[in-house]
């Protein structure tokens, strides 16, 4: 299992950016994604995370209402859609797959993990 995280950049504040995570080889189409995110000195953080069979969605309270995450099926990509980003959305962000299908943002639960894009917020 492969997956990759891209469109990480520079961004002013009250900006938007939307992040991709691109999965690939896995065994079957049952699963589970998930973003989180690690801020320099902190702990890893999840945000959100798409069932892959229902689409059903979750968010963390620090993000909902600011954040969406969505996929294209015809390309197993999972994108997460940043809006009114601040200072303190600046992160490495990874995204993650659950082979249970679980909605949690137990980083434990997942079984594979990307690399990282760096999302820096900052005038």
């Known amino acids: 299992v492969q997956l990759v995280e891209s469109g990480g950049d520079l961004v002013q504040p009250g900006g938007s950016l939307t992040i991709s995570c691109a999965a690939s080889?896995?065994?079957?189409?049952?699963?589970?994604i998930g973003w989180f995110r690690q801020a320099p000195g902190k702990e890893r953080e999840g945000v959100a995370c798409i069932s892959i069979t229902d689409d059903m969605t979750a968010y963390a309270d620090s993000v909902k209402g600011r954040f969406t995450i969505t996929r294209d099926n015809a390309v197993t990509t999972v994108y997460l859609k940043l809006h009114r980003l601040t200072p303190e959305d600046t992160a490495v962000y990874y995204c993650?797959?659950?082979?249970?299908?679980?909605?949690?943002?137990?980083?434990?639960?997942?079984?594979?993990w990307g690399q990282g894009t760096q999302v820096t917020v900052s005038s």
């Open positions: 080889g896995f065994p079957h189409g049952y699963y589970s």
């Open positions: 993650a797959l659950d082979l249970l299908q679980d909605l949690t943002f137990d980083s434990k639960e997942y079984d594979y």
